[in-house]
């Protein structure tokens, strides 16, 4: 902040005495180059996101083709009421997804990520393993994984196919996607939380080491406090991510999984993407404020926990 | 740095522009001089483009010498591929003549996209070579309440069908002995065949006429070594309920099953159950059609298919077999082979074999078919492959009196069809309005089946010549359409036209609420749980709805 | 008393770093194992190894017999995608060129539209910039759900629907983290930079462009990197968006349905998935040190 009121007294510095015309030239360059940024925001973000509130209490119009308000304006929320069974469900999923991906996820990343931090010579090899799930696409993990297991995996324990959507039990079928999901996701995190522990000034780590701190209480006194606000950050990220979690299960099962594997996320992305899907368009924006409603409270939590480690 | 974003810059408009130059295109390229030119796109999924090319030459023959333009003799058709339609919506329609899928009709109507071709449905076809007869006459009287819903006019003709169903193999039905014989016994010799649903000599004989025969025949052919009776592709499961519906509409007939999109009259309901007999009562139509509608859900046929398919197919977990699409259709096509695992039947579309062809999934198999004398005609044409008759329920087909016999009711669900664009005017919209006449004789239809298997979802007669070219699936398949009432779900009961997408098979058909969670393909529910009846799901169908 | 104690919690600190490696060298195990497999695999005569799979033959099925390189030459002819293209098949070839228009562009533009206005947030002293810099930390924090089917309708309704320059507008958005790390950035460049150039009668677009955006280049680049590689591996923007041309990514999703082209068997496949993986890999082994080096992103007040 301090930087910015220092900038503007130079600006004004100079604005004093250069002639006014540059001055104006400058505000013109500045206008010009927010113009693209800022129409791109007014229709992308605030415009769509108006438009989706507004959705939320229309319906579709087959005939004429467009959306209007109907004589029941809650025809949609009603909608979320009779379909609460099988949301709940979904719901269910995509909190059992959020809380393996954020807290044991975060916990074991974190701890390699450590170990990592630790051992340069090992990590640096551990740190070009761990990266390249997510160097390439998810879709293609996830059919080496799927291929894997319906392969291999029968012949070798003797077992059912492990991820197809006919033969393999539901609840195998879920527990098998968030798993991979997991397994995948930690490159991405270790990454992160090594960079993080990086920037931690050399200085500190040895007082530490100098005082005689054990290995212990030098990761939770030391290492682990800088890189809360991290963890913080993807904490956050994740209630809304949660919602749109697919748990690969669109890369495994294209639009068909069964409704009762299927996460929030993807239940609104396979619904979106469906052939004539915007009969449902209403229903999925009703159902995205709900769900956005829902975020809020964690997200507000979280941040208010992780701003205390922040400075 | 500078230049390595220099360089990310440049590239980056040069693609632009190179794609841009890609999907505008110039229609004007190419165009024959001194004749009138159009352009004429399809969709290319599965059909291919062939059969249109062939269509063009024929018509570009037939009006050589007529002048549509001054100064211009005769007339130039370029094929081309185009999208599907849900892509093109927004799109400058450049092309004259389109035949494509996933459209929807009402979307392109509203845009003004599409051009009035009233006249070509209507007029009579006497240009052309077909006097006496209209498109309008070959249409489903649903097609046409539903295309002139708006305004009167036709903008778009219905394009191909697609029926779902199992598929046997003649031959192994005959090697192995599966075939009824007019006692009921199982035999090989296809000259003693049973006479079939029909009663007469015809593509349905020797197969199993009620749900108990087929029962017989699953269980026969699951207790003979080396041979599955059923495969599927496991990654189109959703096939399943497609197969479904069709087994829905046969026990309905046409009538009561386009009371799911005409929403008038009275039609059978189930009421209650007795023991594991449905009570059959009557619905009708009153005036809060929105309430009224979710009657449907409780159509017997819908109950029967579901036992169908839970106590006869899924009853047995050795019944059937998956493996990935393709390969489903492959090993199918082996069974024959000694020494080859078999399937008896294949769950799959009037399409596959075009496609397996496509995927040279026939070829692959001749080289194992020893059978096969590659010196003579070429191996699709040599194999004998034919769609199951629908089997009746069994007390349907004790009630039927003596003598009377049951005719096949189809249902063929697709959104392709043909239409012209807006954009299209002069002496190129006469031509692309001539050129549609001609596409739709009967000559041409039959010639599009011949190269395709697939049939035109207008009524049409096969030329000899055409009959005589096909294989034996493809003329299983014109057999089995010109002997069964088809269902096309559309209509032009305005309650439906506004809310037409939540009657699409997808969202109407099967999803269903089982046990607290909603299930959408009764198959997997079956299979994944042995504890829910064909009851518990039909029950469902109406909670979900 | 004190040392014993220290001793303690580092010995028990030593076996928590035993478990640790463990863990560690069982999970890049489990890596290299599925890749290694895939590269076998990709190797292997398809009828040897679906008639193992079929004879439940765990030697056959992933030793070392029946080698064949022909997976790749049939792989790269075959792997075709036709479903809801522009009709015409398009081969990997295209769908690589597809995936470069997407990605290049869409990076691009998702690099240096946060860039842009960033520094214009953060070195010009408009209380215009104080008001950007809060929206994008209120959309951080707003966690909205559910707005894609709006979005759909926007682009169709816009006209930009299946067309790239739709896809390029739409990624063209500053929100997000990397705001926050260009604004980082250029806050931290001294501002005597910028006055000599000033000076010298340089244009605000030169002191950007030659004098400012170098200083940052090296942030630049990774970012551009980084959502080059999202872009890359992502198939359901474009399939949503730009579903006549397909991209790679979306190709491989194809054949893992094995809805389209020649992949009914299984070495085949994971022949044509080690294809679709070089580029990206080739990216990998060039940029790796540069991922590997942090982006330093800060805590949730941004």
């Known amino acids: 902040m301090r930087g910015h009121i220092e ?135 996830s059919s080496i994984f799927q291929n894997f ?155 208010r926990y992780f701003a205390k480690f922040e400075e | 740095m500078k230049k390595i974003l220099s360089i990310l810059v440049s590239v980056v408009l040069c693609m632009g522009i190179a794609a841009s130059a890609g999907c505008g295109g110039t229609p004007s390229a190419g165009e024959v001089a001194g004749k009138t030119n159009i352009t004429v796109a399809t969709y290319n999924g599965g059909v291919g483009k062939d059969w249109l090319e062939d269509a063009a030459r024929a018509f570009e023959e037939q009006f050589a010498e007529r002048s549509f333009e001054d100064g211009k003799t005769g007339v130039a058709v370029r094929v081309e591929f185009c999208e599907g339609a849900d892509m093109m919506e927004e799109q400058n329609l450049n092309k004259d003549v389109y035949f494509t899928e996933l459209f929807d009709y009402y979307t392109y109507v509203n845009k003004n996209k599409v051009a009035d071709i009233s006249g070509v449905v209507t007029t009579s076809l006497e240009e052309v070579g077909e006097p006496g007869k209209t498109i309008e006459g070959k249409l489903d009287q649903s097609f046409v309440d539903f295309l002139t819903a708006k305004d009167g006019n036709y903008y778009a003709i219905p ?280 596409l739709h004789t009967d000559e041409q239809m039959s010639a599009f089946t011949a190269r395709t298997s697939l049939t035109r979802a207008l009524n049409y007669e096969m030329g000899d010549a055409d009959l005589n070219n096909m294989t034996y699936f493809g003329k299983s398949v014109m057999e089995m359409k010109q002997s069964s009432d088809i269902v096309y779900p559309y209509s032009a009961n305005d309650y439906y036209l506004r809310n037409s997408s939540n009657f699409v098979l997808e969202r109407w058909g099967w999803t269903s609420k089982v046990g607290g969670g909603t299930e959408d393909n009764p198959f997997v529910t079956f299979v994944q749980d042995a504890n829910v009846t064909a009851a518990d799901y039909f029950r469902g169908l109406y909670e979900a709805h | 008393m004190e040392t014993k104690k220290r001793k303690r919690s580092s010995a028990r600190f030593g076996v928590m770093y035993g478990i640790l490696l463990g863990i560690l060298v069982l999970y890049t195990l489990s890596l290299i194992i599925l890749l290694f497999w895939t590269l076998i695999t990709s190797l292997k005569e398809p009828l040897a190894y679906s008639s193992a799979y079929r004879q439940h033959d765990l030697g056959k099925l992933i030793g070392f017999g029946d080698m064949t390189f022909s997976n790749y030459a049939y792989a790269f002819e075959n792997f075709i995608v036709t479903i809801n293209s522009t009709g015409a098949t398009i081969n990997i070839i295209g769908m690589f060129g597809n995936s470069l228009i997407y990605a290049v562009g869409c990076a691009l533009l998702a690099t240096f539209t946060p860039c842009i206005v960033s520094y214009l947030c953060a070195r010009y002293h408009y209380k215009f910039g104080k008001f950007v810099y809060t929206i994008v930390l209120v959309v951080m924090a707003l966690p909205v759900v559910g707005s894609l089917p709006s979005e759909i309708t926007m682009v169709k309704n816009i006209g930009l629907f299946d067309s790239i320059f739709g896809l390029y507008i739409l990624k063209a958005n500053f929100l997000g983290i990397y705001f926050l790390v260009f604004f980082a950035n250029f806050k931290g460049i001294p501002y005597e930079y910028t006055e000599a150039a000033a000076i010298d009668g340089a244009s605000e677009l030169r002191i950007m462009v030659q004098v400012i955006f170098p200083l940052a280049s090296s942030t630049i680049l990774t970012v551009f990197i980084l959502t080059f590689i999202n872009f890359w591996n992502d198939y359901q923007t474009p399939m949503i968006y730009w579903n006549s041309y397909p991209v790679a990514a979306y190709g491989m999703w194809e054949f893992n349905r094995a809805t389209a082209g020649m992949t009914g068997r299984v070495p085949i496949k994971l022949a044509g998935i080690i294809i679709m993986a070089l580029p990206i890999l080739a990216v990998y082994a060039v940029f790796h040190n540069r991922l590997a080096a942090n982006l330093s992103v800060g805590g949730v007040k941004g």
């Open chain 1, 149 to 303: 297991v319906n392969n291999i995996v029968p012949v070798a324990f003797d077992s059912i196919r492990l991820m197809d959507m006919v033969e393999t039990p539901l609840d195998v079928q879920f527990i098998v996607a968030v798993f991979y999901t997991i397994w995948i996701g930690f490159g991405t995190q270790v990454l992160l939380y090594t960079g993080a522990m990086e920037q931690i000034s050399p200085s500190v780590i040895e007082a530490a080491e100098l005082d005689g701190a054990s290995p212990f209480r030098e990761f939770w006194n030391v290492v682990l406090p800088s890189v809360l606000p991290t963890i913080g950050t993807f904490l956050v990220a994740g209630v809304a991510g949660a919602f749109l979690n697919q748990v690969n299960l669109f890369n495994f099962f294209g639009g068909s999984a069964n409704w009762s594997v299927r996460t929030i996320g993807y239940h609104m992305f396979s619904m979106s993407q469906m052939k004539g899907g915007e009969v449902d368009y209403p229903f999925l924006s009703a159902l995205g404020i709900c769900c956005t409603v829902i975020a809020i409270v964690p997200t507000l939590l979280l941040r």
């Open chain 2, 159 to 438: 394009f191909y069908e697609g029926f779902m169903g199992f598929i046997y193999d003649v031959d192994v039905f005959a090697q192995r002995g599966y075939f009824f014989d007019e006692d009921g016994n199982f035999t090989g010799d296809e000259t003693k065949r049973s006479l079939g649903i029909d009663g007469e000599k015809s593509w349905d004989d020797g197969l199993p006429e009620t749900y108990s025969d087929f029962q017989r025949l699953v269980d026969k052919i699951r207790g003979d070594n080396n041979i599955t009776p059923i495969i599927y592709g496991s990654d189109a499961v959703g096939y399943f309920y497609k197969a479904l519906t069709n087994w829905w509409s046969n026990y309905e007939g046409k009538e009561n099953m386009l009371k799911n999109w005409d929403f008038t009259g009275t039609f059978d309901i189930v009421t209650g159950f007795s023991g594991d007999k449905p009570i059959i009562g009557q619905y009708t139509f009153g005036t809060d059609i929105a309430s009224d509608v979710r009657e449907l859900q409780k159509q017997p046929g819908k109950y029967y298919a579901l036992k169908f398919l839970k106590e006869i197919v899924c009853g047995n977990a050795n019944n059937y077999e998956s493996l990935q699409y393709q390969e489903a259709q492959e090993a199918f096509i082996a069974s024959r082979v000694p020494g080859e695992h078999g399937y008896a039947m294949i769950l799959d579309g009037s399409w596959w074999e075009n496609e397996a062809d496509l995927y040279g999934a026939f070829d692959a198999v001749s080289y194992i078919d020893y059978n096969y004398d590659p010196s003579g005609a070429d191996y699709k044409h040599t194999r004998r492959f034919a769609f199951m008759p629908i089997p009746l329920v069994d007390e349907v087909a004790e009630s039927l009196p003596a003598g009377q016999t049951h005719k096949q009711t189809l249902y063929s669900g697709n959104d392709a069809f043909c239409f012209i664009s807006s954009n299209t005017t002069g002496a190129k919209l006469d031509v692309a309005k001539l050129f549609l006449k001609f």
């Open chain 1, 7 to 141: 900038e503007g007294q130079r600006m004004r510095k100079i604005a004093k005495t250069k002639v006014k015309r540059k001055f104006d030239k400058k505000l013109l360059f500045y206008i010009v180059l927010m113009a693209f940024p800022l129409a791109q925001f007014a229709v992308f973000y605030v415009g769509v996101n108006f438009q989706s509130l507004l959705m939320a209490f229309q319906q579709y119009d087959s005939f004429e083709t467009h959306f209007y308000f109907g004589n029941d304006l809650l025809i949609n929320f009603k909608r979320i009421g009779e379909e609460i069974g099988s949301l709940l469900v979904m719901l269910k999923n995509s909190v059992i997804v959020w809380f393996f991906a954020s807290f044991v996820g975060t916990v074991i990343a974190v701890l390699f990520s450590y170990y990592i931090y630790k051992h340069k010579r090992l990590g640096i090899f551990f740190k070009f393993v761990l990266f390249i799930p997510s160097i390439l696409p998810a879709v293609l993990m």
